[in-house]
Structure formats: structure tokens, C-alpha cells
């Protein structure tokens, strides 16, 4: 198969986690007061950014080795 | 609920890429084995994810999650006494028939061990099945939008009553996966089941971990629950001690033996999954990988439905439904962040026999999610349990469309088809299917009676099966009259049992007792552990009794189908960390601690 799932899945976590963590940056903190008082937006969206690079790293080395 | 643009948006972004990937696997659909097994070329880590993905659907979450609330850890004994050990026999012991035969489905392999009668009645049964269990996973999605009035403020914007809501979450739904099942077949399915595996992980840890500091960690939610709630083998020595109301034999035979064995080890909704694997050690290896996450599954899905009980009871809970006139129902009656039942048509709380109002332990997650999650993360929660629902629906498509097509329409409606011809029924029998779940799904809504009747005849089909691979398997004496009339009779052995008994409070009827009632049990659960208990053992003696009188097969056809009769896969050339034996003693080993850790 040509398709490593593991790019997808990088790309979407590392993107949500963009949208995430700028919505964390640019909201009202008042919006955390639900969450115990942590920004989670900020938090969350830099973990998903990480995992996500993770992926598609892991994806990325990967491909050369596809294409016998 | 408010959601904003930005929880929009992740949602919108998850489709786009569900979609994507079904377009993209489109130019590899080529031949039949291509959209039914996935080509037989997927790595084992990726089928073991799907594997675990594609039973992790509307039951999984939300129903383990408000068992969590009911029950406490005691729910746990679903993973670390049910799946993980049967996960481990599948991989290890059955797979090698399973892929070494080259079966297509689990039906077909009942057809090259025993006989066409045999397959007929398990591949028929599981086509009915699976188009039901989608129609529900459609359903209880339906309904959760419409609770949690999530499209309310789009459909007002384009001027639709909030009653289409229903309606456009069935649509949707099913829209989307057709659209990514036909594209990818099997692959679409598996590819988008792992992304939805990190997705509802992304979404749910951080409630737990929120909701965990919420309450001061386990010793915190320990000291707010009652000792029981928190020890899951507490008072396990009889059903009258324990919150499930099931004594420790009856839940390890019943629960942990039966119905987990019975799931894990013949349904062909996850064993397809392991089906696809590249390689034979890649197909064993598939369950045991899917063991892992598995296994910690209870702290993503229970622990939510714990903490959801152990907070504060808030002085006035706003039930999140609405009622029919309008008019916001309130409930001052719910525990912690579980609101009482509400009766759709009078607006009242449901009270049970006692004059207690009910909880409607269904709602422990969206609550969760509308406690803790700030609109951002709260896209993201969602989307996780949309995630979890369509994943799900997707599994009984893809299992459906291949019993279908294989095992039905090529053995008794058109044999000797092109390939590219069963790929076409094969595209045409995931349509249907679809449009028969949206059926089922609405019959849901009208006929609630009909639908608990069939769910205890799959229950009574379901519960005798694992007799039956097991003497195949191991037996090789076993004949398929004796297999065959094994299987109906430990059918009929669940109805009787189940007609002779009745869980304790219950009404005669759906519950039980319809024949008399010669015994009640503590609780439904303890009868349902029974029933199975009862449906394996006359399935297992009967199948013995008339193989021992009808003719056995010559040994040379049952090769690679029968344990005594296959050669070993060996594991010597394999590195040690890939050895699906020293992988199996690992989650075995790890199970029985967390057990030893939460008793």
C-alpha cells in the first residue's frame, strides 16, 4: 500500500493542535474556568503538535524505503 | 450547547480527512481481495489498532463510561477478565487456522472445517446481526446530537426546525461512511478506524486528567466513593456482596470464559481486521498488539463514569434534554454530574419501583465533556465520540459487505462470478447495507420492544459459537451434523435457560421467565453470564455426542483447519520482541497486575 497512515494522522494532529494552541494564545482566559483554571487549549493543542510531529516523522523516514 | 466556530472547524477538518483518505485508496481498489481484506498487506500494528477500533463504538464509550458510574472498577472485569484473555487465546491459538486456511471471513472457515449448513446458519445470523448493531451505533448517535442540541443553532440558521436535527445526524452519518467505505473497502475502514483509535485517545485524556485533579487523583475519588467502587474484586465471593450482583464463578465462566472467548475469538467484525495482516505472524500478532491499549482502555472510558458519580451533586442539575413542550426540564434529582432520567413525552422524571427517580447513566460523558472542556477542546472531545461512533458503524459495513458477498451471494445466489463482479456486489452490498442500518435505525426509534427481542436472540446465537470452533479446532473427531446441531441446540439451550429464569424485581417477559420461573438471580447481569454459561455447555456436549455418531472426515481434509493436523507457525527466525509467545505472556502478566493493583 502507498499510502503510510502515518502521514494523515500527522498532519491532522499537528494541525489540530495549531488550531489549538493559537485559540489557547488569542482566547479570553475566563473560558478556563471550567478546566481548574489551565489554559488546556494551549496545553493540549502543544501535545498534539508534538505527537503529531512525532508521526509524521516517523511516517516521513519511512517513504524512501516504499518506493523499491 | 454552544459550540463556536473553532469546534466547527475541527470537527469539518476530521471529516475533510476521513474523506481524503477514502479518495486517495480509491486507485488501489482493484481486485475483490483488495476492498474485502485490505489486500492481505497491512502491518500489524495497524491491525491491531483497527482491531481494537472497530469495537470501540457507541456501546464501548458511552455504555462503559456510565457502567463506570453505576458499577465503579467493577467494570474493568469487561477488559483485564474478558477481552485481554481472549485476545491472547485468538492471536496465539486460533489465528493460525484463521489465516493459515486462507478463509475470507469467519463463515467461510466454518464451511471449509464442517459443512454448508453450518456456515449458512453463522453467516446469515451475522449479516442480520451486523446491519442491526450499525443501525443502533446510527441511533444512539442520532439521539446524542439531538440531546446535547448540537446542530439546533445551524438548523435554525438555515431555518429548520430543531426536530430535523435527528434526521440530518442519520444522513450524515451515513453519508460519510459510505462515502469512505466504498472509495477504500476494508483498508478505508481499517486506515480510518487507527486515526479514530488516536483521535478518542487525544480527545479523552485530557477529561480524565482534568477530571482526576478535579476530584484529588484515585485517593481522592477513592475517599468519595464507597469502598466497593473503587476494589473490583470486593464481595466478588457472592452475587449478593457486589454491586454487579454476580459472584466471582458465573463472572469468570460467564463473562471471562463464553461471552469474551465467544466475541474476541469468532465474531468477524475483529477478526477481519487481523484477516488483513501482511503475514501470518503479523495476523497473530494483531490481537495481542490490540491487547495492549486495550487493557488500559477502563482509565480512558470508566474512570470518567466514576468521577462523573463522585462530584459534588450541583444544587440544580439542568438536565440537558429538553422536553416536548419546550419548556427546559429541570432535575434536582441526579448524583453528581448524572442528571435522572427523563420520560420524552410527559417531562418527568422516571422513577423505578421504589419511587427513586432513575439516573440516566448514558450521559456521565457528554456531561464530562460539558463540564470540563472549554469550546476548543470540546470540538475535539466531540469529535472523538462522533469518531467513536462512526468507527463502529464502519466495522459492521465492512464485516457485512464481505459475509454478504462471500459467504451468501457467491455460495447460494451467483457462483462462479468474475472477480470484478463480486467487487461490484461488493460495492453494491455496502449501499444496502447502509440503507438497511438507517432502516434499523429508525425502527429503533418507533419499535423499542422489537429491538431488546432481538438483541436477546443475537445473545442466544451468539453465546454457544465458541463451543463449536473449539472442538473444530482442537477436535478433530468433530463433524459438522455435530456441528451444526451443536450450535442449534445451545441456542435453544439459551432460550430455555433464559425462559426458566428471571433477574430479581424483573417482570415476566423480555426479562426472563416466559416458560416458569424456576430461579432468580441477583441481578440481570448474573442471569445474562448464565445464559451463555448454560447455551456453551449443551452446544459442547451435544456436538460431541453426535460427532461420536455420525462419520468423521478423512484426516487429509483437515489439514491447516485442526490443531493436531497443521503444522506450527514457527517463531525461531523471528527477533524475540516479535514473538507473538513472549508477547502474549507479557499482556498476560500485565493484566493479572492490574487486577492484583485494583482489587
Known amino acids: 500500500m502507498n499510502l503510510d497512515i502515518r502521514l494523515p494522522i500527522g498532519f491532522m494532529f499537528t494541525l489540530f493542535g495549531v488550531i489549538l494552541a493559537a485559540y489557547g494564545l488569542l482566547s479570553n482566559p475566563q473560558i478556563y474556568d471550567r478546566s481548574l483554571g489551565i489554559n488546556v487549549n494551549l ?26 | 450547547m454552544n459550540l463556536t466556530t473553532i469546534d466547527w472547524i475541527i470537527m469539518l477538518l476530521y471529516f475533510t480527512f476521513v474523506l481524503g483518505i477514502g479518495a486517495f485508496l480509491k486507485r488501489y481498489m482493484k481486485t475483490s481481495t483488495d476492498f474485502f481484506l485490505a489486500g492481505r498487506a497491512l502491518p500489524a500494528w495497524i491491525c491491531g489498532l483497527a482491531f481494537i477500533s472497530a469495537n470501540l463504538g457507541a456501546q464501548e464509550v458511552i455504555g462503559m463510561a456510565a457502567s463506570g458510574a453505576k458499577y465503579g472498577i467493577a467494570t474493568s472485569h469487561f477488559y483485564w477478565v474478558g477481552a485481554i484473555p481472549a485476545m491472547v487465546f485468538v492471536g496465539i491459538f486460533m489465528m493460525p487456522f484463521y489465516y493459515g486456511s486462507r478463509a475470507r471471513s469467519v463463515p467461510e472457515y466454518l464451511r471449509l472445517r464442517f459443512d ?68 477504500g473497502g476494508l483498508t478505508s475502514a481499517i486506515y480510518n478506524e487507527v486515526l479514530q483509535f488516536f483521535l ?10 482534568l477530571g482526576l485533579k478535579n476530584v484529588g487523583g484515585w485517593t481522592g475519588l477513592k475517599s468519595q466513593l464507597p469502598s466497593a467502587f473503587t476494589h473490583s474484586w470486593e464481595g ?49 500478532r494483531t490481537p495481542l498488539i490490540a491487547a495492549v491499549p486495550k487493557m488500559l482502555f477502563p482509565f480512558l472510558v470508566i474512570l470518567p463514569g466514576m468521577i462523573a458519580i463522585a462530584l459534588p451533586t450541583p444544587r440544580q442539575v439542568t438536565t440537558t434534554s ?47 465533556l460539558l463540564r470540563y472542556f472549554p469550546t476548543g477542546i470540546l470540538g475535539l472531545g466531540l469529535t472523538a465520540l462522533l469518531a467513536s461512533f462512526m468507527s463502529g458503524m464502519a466495522g459492521n459495513v465492512t464485516a457485512f459487505n464481505t459475509v454478504w458477498t462471500y459467504d451468501i451471494y457467491q455460495s447460494y445466489i451467483h457462483k462462479g462470478g468474475s472477480d470484478q463482479h463480486y467487487l461490484r456486489m461488493g460495492q453494491i452490498a455496502t449501499v444496502f447495507g447502509i440503507a438497511l442500518s438507517i432502516a434499523a435505525a429508525y425502527a429503533t426509534t418507533r419499535f423499542n420492544d422489537i429491538l431488546d427481542f432481538l438483541q436477546l436472540v443475537f445473545a442466544f446465537v451468539n453465546a454457544p459459537l465458541f463451543a463449536t470452533f473449539l472442538l473444530g479446532m482442537f477436535w478433530k473427531r468433530t463433524t459438522g451434523h455435530g456441528a451444526f446441531w451443536g450450535l442449534l441446540s445451545g441456542i435453544c ?17 423480555i426479562n426472563g421467565g416466559w416458560i416458569a420461573t424456576v430461579h432468580v438471580y441477583p441481578s440481570a447481569m448474573a442471569q445474562n453470564f448464565w445464559t451463555a454459561i448454560w447455551a456453551w455447555v449443551v452446544c459442547f456436549f451435544v456436538t460431541i455426542a453426535i460427532s461420536l455418531m455420525t462419520r468423521p472426515r478423512p484426516d487429509s481434509e483437515l489439514t491447516g483447519l485442526v490443531y493436531s ?15 507473538p509467545a513472549y508477547l502474549a505472556v507479557a499482556v498476560v502478566v500485565l493484566a493479572f497486575a492490574l487486577n492484583l493493583v485494583f482489587r
Open chain 1, 43 to 68: 496545553e493540549w493543542g502543544i501535545a498534539l503538535i508534538l505527537f503529531g510531529a512525532a508521526m509524521f516523522i516517523l511516517g516521513w523516514r519511512r517513504a524512501p524505503r516504499q518506493q523499491r
Open chain 2, 236 to 284: 466478588m465471593g457472592s452475587a449478593h456482596t457486589n454491586p454487579l450482583g454476580v459472584e466471582w464463578f458465573g463472572l469468570v465462566m460467564g463473562l471471562g470464559f463464553v461471552l469474551s472467548f465467544g466475541y474476541w475469538c469468532t465474531d468477524f467484525l475483529v477478526v477481519q481486521r487481523a484477516m488483513a495482516a501482511e503475514s501470518m505472524t503479523a495476523a497473530r
Open chain 2, 565 to 579: 493436523l497443521t503444522q506450527r507457525p514457527g517463531e525461531g527466525h523471528l527477533a524475540w520482541y516479535d514473538r
Open chain 2, 493 to 509: 439451550g439459551a432460550a430455555v435457560h433464559h425462559g426458566l429464569t428471571l433477574p430479581a424485581g424483573a417482570a415476566v417477559g
Open chain 2, 116 to 183: 454448508e449448513k453450518t456456515r449458512g446458519l453463522n453467516a446469515i445470523s451475522f449479516a442480520v446481526m451486523t446491519v442491526f448493531s450499525s443501525g443502533i451505533s446510527m441511533y444512539a448517535m442520532a439521539k446524542l446530537i439531538q440531546t446535547l442540541h448540537i446542530l439546533d443553532a445551524p438548523l435554525a440558521k438555515i431555518g429548520l426546525p430543531h426536530y430535523w436535527s435527528f434526521h440530518i445526524s442519520i444522513l450524515i452519518s451515513a453519508l460519510i461512511v459510505l462515502a469512505y467505505v466504498l472509495l
Open chain 2, 200 to 209: 478518542i485517545v487525544a480527545g479523552f485524556l485530557p477529561l480524565v486528567l
Open chain 2, 322 to 368: 429538553q422536553a416536548a413542550s419546550g419548556v427546559q426540564a429541570l432535575n434536582t434529582e441526579g448524583k453528581g454530574l448524572i442528571p435522572a432520567k427523563i420520560d420524552e413525552t410527559t417531562g418527568a422524571p422516571v422513577l423505578d419501583n421504589d419511587g427513586k427517580p432513575v439516573l440516566d447513566y448514558d450521559l456521565a460523558i457528554p456531561n464530562m
